[in-house]
């Protein structure tokens, strides 16, 4: 507990352009939990780099992520936003974890499955460990909750397993933290693709909407998205490209599915589509809008990242110095 409340944390990569995808997942239950808890919301960059990235692109993307977690409604007074690297506590309880995680646990791991088929020419040693440092960034601040989409539900199950079995060794030590999924948006799927998750790495951009698209690229996406010859607005899994619109409906205008098929009965695909369209323009634009502002504020973001840095390190290294001492590491002398 920090102030009474109790602790959320998330992260998101700075790799790629975000998709409507991490906005509905993610960074919306984000700004909906922020009163209610104790928030940390980290720009993961160290988790980037276990696939080569251009420094610079890296660094602004970052930025740009960053002052999208403001714009998108987290006020940075109440939330600590910062960057991943900027506390070295990560990286230092990561290697404690590294010892308390078995090769086999991290073998299992769909995501290292994926990413090493994509990347053959890298599959390098942070890749594999990657959920490991991904349990250091929620236990370092004893998060009680973590809101993602479904796709990190693996690696958030790693976590409490590693904060379980070391608690069973050391004591109470890791508060055994929770997932949040959302009840619309956990999985959105690609517009091109339906049965495949929507990517910032898919290489077909008509599968994505990215939230820096303009209006009217969003429009043109939703009325090429895939659907099927049935020609009813129907919420059902035999109709993957409809349900997934209209899931990105629901999300976006707050009616559940039912109320969406009742809107829609007897009409087209056609209108569907551009009402869906119209609908993702008016959650995206002001967030466009707004990140713009912002990005012209040079000043404000600098102090943002600067005084919440220290905040996170603050907490990170109760934590940490709580575990340097369970495991055995010497005292500090003061
Ligand atoms: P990342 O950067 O891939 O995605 C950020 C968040 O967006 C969610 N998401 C989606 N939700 C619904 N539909 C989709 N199509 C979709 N695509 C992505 C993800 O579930 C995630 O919540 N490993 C994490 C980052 C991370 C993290 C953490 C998250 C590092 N440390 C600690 C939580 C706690 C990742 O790569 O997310």
């Known amino acids: 507990m920090i102030n009474d409340k109790k602790i959320l944390f998330s992260g998101m990569q700075a790799t790629g352009n975000l998709t409507l995808g991490n906005y509905l997942g993610a960074l919306k239950n984000w700004v909906n939990l922020s009163d209610e808890y104790e928030c940390f919301y980290s720009v993961v960059d160290m988790h980037s780099i276990t696939v080569r990235q251009d420094p610079a692109t890296l660094r602004k993307r970052a930025r740009a992520l960053l002052t999208l977690y403001i714009a998108a409604g987290l006020d940075p007074k109440k939330n600590c936003i910062y960057y991943q690297s900027h506390v070295s506590g990560h990286a230092e309880l990561s290697w404690i974890l590294n010892c308390f995680t078995y090769m086999g646990e991290l073998n299992r791991m769909t995501q290292f499955k994926d990413k090493s088929a994509k990347h053959a020419d890298n599959i390098n040693a942070g890749l594999f460990t990657y959920p490991v440092l991904m349990a250091a960034d929620i236990l370092l601040y004893q998060a009680d909750v973590v809101p993602v989409g479904i796709d990190q539900m693996q690696h958030l199950e790693?976590?409490?397993?590693?904060?379980?079995?070391?608690?069973?060794?050391?004591?109470?030590?890791?508060?055994v933290p929770e997932a949040y999924i959302g009840k619309v948006g956990a999985k959105i799927m690609s517009l091109q693709e339906p049965c495949k998750k929507m990517s910032k790495s898919d290489e077909n951009p008509n599968g994505s909407i990215y939230l820096m698209d303009d209006p009217d690229t969003i429009i043109r996406k939703c009325k090429r998205a895939v659907t099927d010859s049935e020609a009813c607005v129907a919420y059902r899994d035999e109709q993957p490209g409809v349900k997934n619109l209209i899931d990105i409906y629901s999300a976006c205008t707050g009616k559940t599915p039912s109320e969406v098929e009742s809107e829609f009965e007897g009409k087209g695909y056609g209108d569907f589509k551009m009402a869906v369209g119209e609908a993702v323009v008016s959650i995206l634009k002001p967030l466009q809008d707004r990140v713009k502002e912002l990005e012209a504020d040079k000043a404000y973001i600098d102090s943002i990242i600067k005084e919440n840095a220290e905040k996170a390190n603050y907490y990170a290294a109760k934590t940490l110095r709580k575990v340097q001492r369970k495991v055995g590491f010497p005292d500090r002398i003061r």
């Open 158 to 175: 790693l976590t409490r397993d590693i904060a379980i079995r070391f608690n069973n060794l050391y004591g109470d030590v890791f508060t």
